[in-house]
Every structure is written in structure tokens, then in C-alpha cells.
């Protein structure tokens, strides 16, 4: 098995960065670092890392420039030492223990550039978070179907895909193309994915890879959030010929 670097994106994650430390601290894989890239956060995000670093091998950067999401995932890049690298936000929460080892087993094939996983929701998901992301089913029920799905390989362009707020990749084939910093508004996850699908690779979503993550956002905004990721998908597309 590969070694692998987690890169944590981080602004003010008080509340959940607990969460997220502490199940990365409970993984059966061991062999990870915890990349965790602030942008100059004023809570106590950075005292909650250096209260995991007696469990955690966690590095603590702050972003030298302006933040923006493909800046900030090629900045954590270039200070992780693993053969894989894999993005949280600081408010995705895994729920498995072998949340690492379930993603990190397709590598063993050449053709799987990436691996991602679903979500569920978090304790402040609002209610137009929770049918979206279908929840209202209840946590039990949620998991026990998680549990039960399968894995899913995906060779073709799609919403949504190896989308890094939960995801692991290969950092050779970062190497080969870093993420678009002309992806200002975000999406640079996508657009990196469709890059190697024109490259003949494939991506899987596995369940065991699922994470807690919201924000708590109304109907209105998240139609609004919803309306962006189409535009910036459709903006992927347009980039990688499709």
C-alpha cells in the first residue's frame, strides 16, 4: 500500500475539525500524513491540529496568497510526500474506519486516476440539505444502505465527479497537470478529472469512502450553490472538448 497525504482545506473549522481529526485518528490504515493548509483562520483551528499531533502525523501550513480552491489543493500538493494524495474540507467527517484502506485498494490498478465518496449530512444540515443529500431517511437506515451499496466506476463525464471535498487521486498524475487556477469560482476537482478521462482513465465513487458534510444553507441558497456547480461543470466540459 502507497503512503498517503491528506490535505485539509481549512478556514475557521472549530466546530467540526474535531470531528474530522478524530475519525482520521481511528483509521485501520496507518500510513498517512495530515497536510492541513489554513487560510489564516482566527478561531482555534490551528490549536485543535496541534492538539492531534500526538496522534496524527499533521503539518500545519498557512496560505502565503489570496485563497482560492484550486490554489490552495495545488499548494497542499506540493508539500505532501505521498504517493497518493486525498482532499477533506474541514468539515467532512468520515464515518468509516477504512475509509483510507476502501479507496486506497483500487490504486492497485493502473487505469484508476481517482476515487471519491457520497455524503451525508451533518448536525447542521438544513432540511433542503437533508432531502438532497437524503437523509430524512434517518442516520441508521442511511448508513445500513451506504453499507450495503456498491462501488461504481465511472469513464464518463458527470456532475459531481471526484468532486475534493472528499476524494483520493494520484499526485504523479497531479504532477503531469495541477489543478486550474482558472478555475476561480471552483470546479477545478472536475475539470482535473475530465483531463484524465480524456486520458483513458477511470474514477470510482465507493460508499465506504462517504462522509458527513453541509452548510447549513436554506432552499434558496442552496438553489443558488446548485445553479453554480452546473455553470462550473458546463465550464469543465467546455475546457476538456466535451
Given amino acids: 500500500m502507497p503512503k498517503v497525504s491528506l490535505i485539509l482545506r481549512l478556514k475557521n473549522e472549530e466546530r467540526f475539525l474535531p470531528q474530522v481529526l478524530e475519525a482520521l485518528s481511528k483509521q485501520t490504515f496507518k500510513d498517512f500524513e495530515v497536510i492541513a493548509v489554513d487560510d489564516n483562520s482566527t478561531d482555534k483551528t490551528v490549536e485543535f491540529l496541534k492538539t492531534f499531533q500526538d496522534k496524527l502525523d499533521v503539518k500545519i501550513y498557512q496560505l502565503p496568497k489570496k485563497f482560492s480552491y484550486a490554489y490552495s489543493c495545488n499548494f497542499g500538493a506540493e ?6 494524495i486525498g482532499y477533506l474540507s474541514g468539515h467532512s467527517v468520515p464515518i468509516f474506519n477504512d475509509y483510507i484502506k476502501s479507496g486506497l485498494k483500487y ?3 493502473p487505469k484508476i486516476a481517482g476515487v471519491f465518496g457520497t455524503c451525508m449530512t451533518l448536525e447542521n444540515a438544513s ?8 437523509s ?12 450495503h451499496s456498491k462501488a461504481v466506476a465511472i469513464s464518463k463525464p458527470r456532475i459531481g465527479l471526484l468532486g475534493n471535498t472528499n476524494s483520493l487521486m494520484r499526485r504523479k ?12 469560482e471552483g470546479g477545478e476537482d472536475v475539470d482535473w478529472a475530465f483531463h484524465f478521462l480524456n486520458k483513458g482513465y477511470v474514477f470510482v465513487k465507493d460508499p465506504r469512502m462517504t462522509v458527513k458534510h453541509s452548510h447549513g444553507i436554506g432552499f434558496k441558497k442552496f438553489i443558488k450553490q446548485h445553479q453554480h456547480w452546473l455553470k462550473i461543470h458546463r465550464q469543465a466540459l467546455r475546457r476538456n472538448g466535451y
Fill in 107 to 109: 490504486f492497485a490498478s
Fill in 173 to 184: 498524475l497531479w504532477q503531469v497537470y495541477n489543478f486550474s487556477e482558472e478555475m476561480a
Fill in 127 to 134: 432540511t433542503t440539505e437533508k432531502i438532497y443529500y437524503s
Fill in 136 to 147: 430524512l431517511m434517518g442516520r441508521k437506515i442511511r448508513t445500513f444502505v451506504i453499507e
Fill in 79 to 84: 508539500k505532501a510526500s505521498g504517493e497518493i
